[in-house]
């Protein structure tokens, strides 16, 4: 049985009063209605949930509700903190107390008047809320990583599929334009043949122990049963809600290496134009994973221990999550500092012709991305079969890593070739958490 919803009684309230205020008062429609005032009309807004209200949420809202045509009418987390937290800033934003709660996030599924739905939970939720809000006619920003496990991420691409909605990936940098200049120098030629590709990721690292277990709140502060989901029991620890779920198996997606690696081996698949495959073998060491595609290229996942640590042979000057693409003519390297640095000297002309970048952590373009292709219906930067080849990229290295051999994997059927082990843990169980 699903939790009883926090809107209901607000919301009735909320309805009896504006309908004795119609009554007594003459009709004023606002110039905000009429779509002026640098505000879309109704019609023409995106109506958005959101589910989670995490740090990665706290950053990518508010960037988000910076674009004049999404209006953001709901919110859904099992903290009531959170809760709290996110409809005053909504309400604040907007100027109104519009913004209706919820912990139980099926019921603001169920709203036929919400279009879109921006999914920032723990990994553990990524698929099956994405997957239920999509079955409910949501459109879905989902952050990353997408899936903790490959059959997660296969199912959550085939449901947007089946189902039509548009999908959009967490993964930013394919909107920020250092990114997409060094994409682009790679695409068409300037570098030469494309040889070899580098990818900065976190020293892969899982937890099993749990923490000690402590008294579990009222479902109304924290819905712990809600707060787990699919993942297995266990006992209640405030630190897991306060986000130290992290590097624990049953939470975290591919010993951690996605925490970069779903940003960092995407931009590589892309420059490698390999959006629709992946690697064919993934080969691990004590320093860093190397993958090879069917076409020659070599992918190279580099273990970094801290987000500035310097590795020999990378500028590494460029900010966070940085990458390099090497061709038999020239490199690019770029990274979140929105730098971008190429050799030789001779290709420093092309950039002066690139637009001013903002930072890889920002999420306008992508957002503004998302939103268009809620119009147009076309398939976001991030889709999800984009989102599908480079996190199974991931995983497959993930569980080479974890296994401690060379894995080969048939980038078609989406299998390890002779290696029961590996396919039995492309999927993890899931806990009947309803």
Known sequence: MRSESLATRRQFMRNAAASTAAISAPWIIPSSALGKGGVDAPSERVTLGVIGIG?????????????????????????????????????????????????????LLDRKDIDAVLIATGDRWHSPASILAAKAGKDVYSEKPCGLTIANCQELAETIKRTGRVFQAGTQRRSVANFQKAVELAHTGKLGKIHTLHASVYV????????????????????????????????????????????????????????????????????????????????????????????????????????????????????TCPVRFEGDEGWVEVGDSGGIEV????????????PQSQPG???????????????????????????????????????????????????????????????????????DWS
């Not at 209006?71 to 209706?100: I, L, M, T, W």
């Not at 050799?343 to 690139?354: R, T, W």
């Not at 569980?399 to 994997?409: D, I, P, T, V």
Request: net charge negative; hydrophobic share 40%.
């Open 55 to 107: 740090p990665r949420c706290r950053y990518v809202l508010p960037q988000m509700l910076e674009q004049p045509d999404v209006q953001c009418v709901a919110v859904a987390d099992v903290q009531a903190s959170r809760r709290d937290a996110a409809k005053e800033f909504v309400d604040k934003h907007y100027g109104n107390s519009d913004c209706v709660l919820y912990w139980d996030f099926r019921e």
């Open 204 to 319: 892969p690292e899982f937890k099993t122990a749990w923490l000690p277990g402590e008294a579990t709140p009222p479902p109304d502060v924290v819905d712990w049963n809600m707060w787990l989901g699919p993942a297995p029991w266990r006992l209640y620890n405030s630190e897991y809600v306060k986000g130290g779920w992290r590097a624990h198996w049953d939470f975290e997606s591919g010993a951690r290496l996605l925490d970069w690696g779903a940003h960092t081996v995407d931009l590589c698949q892309w420059a490698n134009k390999a959006d629709d495959t992946m690697p064919v073998s993934f080969e691990p060491n004590e320093e860093n994973i190397t993958a090879l595609y069917a076409n020659g290229v070599k992918l190279v996942m580099h273990f970094l221990k801290t987000p500035f640590e310097q590795r020999p042979g990378w500028v590494q000057a460029l900010g």
């Open 361 to 431: 952590l920002d999420v306008q373009g992508h957002s503004r991305d998302f939103l268009d292709c809620i119009k147009s219906r076309k398939p976001t930067a991030a889709n999800a079969e984009v989102m599908r080849h480079s996190h199974i990229a991931c995983h497959a290295a993930a569980l080479s890593w974890m296994l401690g051999r060379k894995l080969e994997l048939d980038p078609v059927k989406e299998e390890f070739i002779n290696d029961e082990e590996a396919n039995r843990l492309r999927a993890r169980p899931a806990r």
């Open 343 to 354: 050799n030789p000297a001779s290709l420093k002309p092309e950039l002066s012709q690139s």
